[in-house]
Each structure stands twice: as structure tokens, then as C-alpha cells.
T-cell receptor, first 114, second 110 residues
Framework: NAGVMQNPRHLVRRRGQEARLRCSPMKGHSHVYWYRQLPEEGLKFMVYLQKENIIDESGMPKERFSAEFPKEGPSILRIQQVVRGDSAAYFC????????????FGQGTRLTVV | EDQVTQSPEALRLQEGESSSLNCSYTVSGLRGLFWYRQDPGKGPEFLFTLYSAGEEKEKERLKATLTKKESFLHITAPKPEDSATYLCAVVSQAGTALIFGKGTTLSVSS
């Protein structure tokens, strides 16, 4: 059973470009979460999705950031017009049911904005 | 406000020197407390879930315990390969997210 797959592992974007981060959950998992990790700050919740639904996006900046988990295909975290402050490690996690069940993380996408 | 505080921030041990990591939490109605291990450049690796005070879980040299206000991760006779950052998280009051502490970075030298 493959784990949570994230790609790309490393992404470099110039200021003003768009970044697309992909996440394929573990087989049988229908709940997906995105977290951001900055040095010295720990993991911060961004968004919680189920298939075709956003359950909670309270941790996501209201501008430039969006997330989706379509009926077919991976979950996508999209950052438009990136700025240097968006540089961070972005982790995706999946769980078989809600947040009170074990969530398994991918290896992350490290975004660098130059 | 949901909050998780881990201590110490960093811990250095000699191989075989047992110790404990602390995770104190503030959340109304605990739905679950999670421990993860994270190696540099990697994603968090799931270790344990605890749901109620008094519960204990063990895995190799690690044992996690839970009270109404805090959790401990006990490390018995650690080895250098136990060196990592250990993260504690609780389910938010809204039930839609994990709230993480900043972690304890453990270094075990031989």
C-alpha cells in the first residue's frame, strides 16, 4: 500500500508565478489535509478536504491560495502570484475517516520563491 | 484557544540514557492526541494516538502516556537512530484539524 504521494518534491518559482502542488492520498483514504511548515514555527493547518468538498479552509490565506480535491485525481494546492514569504515546506496528509483517526503524511513539497 | 506546548525544545542524551518529552495541551473535549516523529527533510511519521486519560501505548523503546492536561513520550535506553524531532498534536475543538506543537528535537550520541 503506497503512502501519501506528493509532487514535486522541490519547486522553484519566481515572484509572481503560480505554484501547483499535488497530493495523492493513501488508497482508501478520502480525507486530505494540507499543512505548511516554516522554520521555527512548526506545522500549521491550512485546509481540510473530502472528495469534491472543502470542509475547513480557515487556515488558508484568503487571497492567492486555493485547494481542491476532485472526484478523480489528486488534491491540488494552488498558490497564485507567489511571493518570497510563500517559501516553505508544504505537507499533505490523508486519513481514512475524520481528524480523530491516524493521519499519514507525505514527504512534502519544498517551495522556494526567488 | 486550542494550544499545544512541548518541552524541552531540545534534548541531548547519551545512548542508553532514558528520558521523557512533555506535551501539554489546551483544548475543550479532547478527541485525540497524536505523536509523530520527523526526520530532517522528511514528512512526519505517525507513532501513536491516545484518546483518553490513563491510556498508554508502546512501540519498541517508546511509550506514550496521557493525562487530562498533558502527554509524555518516554524513551527507554535510546539509540542514535532515535535522533529526530518529535511532534505532538491534538484534534482542534472544531474537529477539523490537528494543532501541532513546535516539537522537541532529540539528539542521541553514542
Amino acid at each position: 500500500n503506497a503512502g501519501v504521494m506528493q509532487n514535486p518534491r522541490h519547486l522553484v518559482r519566481r515572484r509572481g508565478q503560480e505554484a501547483r502542488l499535488r497530493c495523492s492520498p493513501m488508497k482508501g483514504h478520502s480525507h486530505v489535509y494540507w499543512y505548511r511548515q516554516l522554520p521555527e514555527e512548526g506545522l500549521k493547518f491550512m485546509v481540510y478536504l473530502q472528495k469534491e468538498n472543502i470542509i475547513d479552509e480557515s487556515g488558508m490565506p484568503k487571497e492567492r491560495f486555493s485547494a481542491e480535491f476532485p472526484k478523480e485525481g489528486p488534491s491540488i494546492l494552488r498558490i497564485q502570484q507567489v511571493v518570497r514569504g510563500d517559501s516553505a515546506a508544504y505537507f499533505c496528509a490523508s486519513s481514512p475517516e475524520g481528524t480523530n483517526t491516524e493521519a499519514f503524511f507525505g514527504q512534502g513539497t519544498r517551495l522556494t520563491v526567488v | 484557544e486550542d494550544q499545544v506546548t512541548q518541552s524541552p525544545e531540545a534534548l541531548r542524551l547519551q545512548e542508553g540514557e532514558s528520558s521523557s518529552l512533555n506535551c501539554s495541551y489546551t483544548v475543550s473535549g479532547l478527541r485525540g492526541l497524536f505523536w509523530y516523529r520527523q526526520d530532517p527533510g522528511k514528512g512526519p511519521e505517525f507513532l501513536f494516538t491516545l484518546y483518553s486519560a490513563g491510556e498508554e501505548k508502546e512501540k519498541e523503546r517508546l511509550k506514550a502516556t496521557l493525562t487530562k492536561k498533558e502527554s509524555f513520550l518516554h524513551i527507554t535506553a535510546p539509540k542514535p537512530e532515535d535522533s529526530a524531532t518529535y511532534l505532538c498534536a491534538v484534534v482542534s475543538q472544531a474537529g477539523t484539524a490537528l494543532i501541532f506543537g513546535k516539537g522537541t528535537t532529540l539528539s542521541v550520541s553514542s
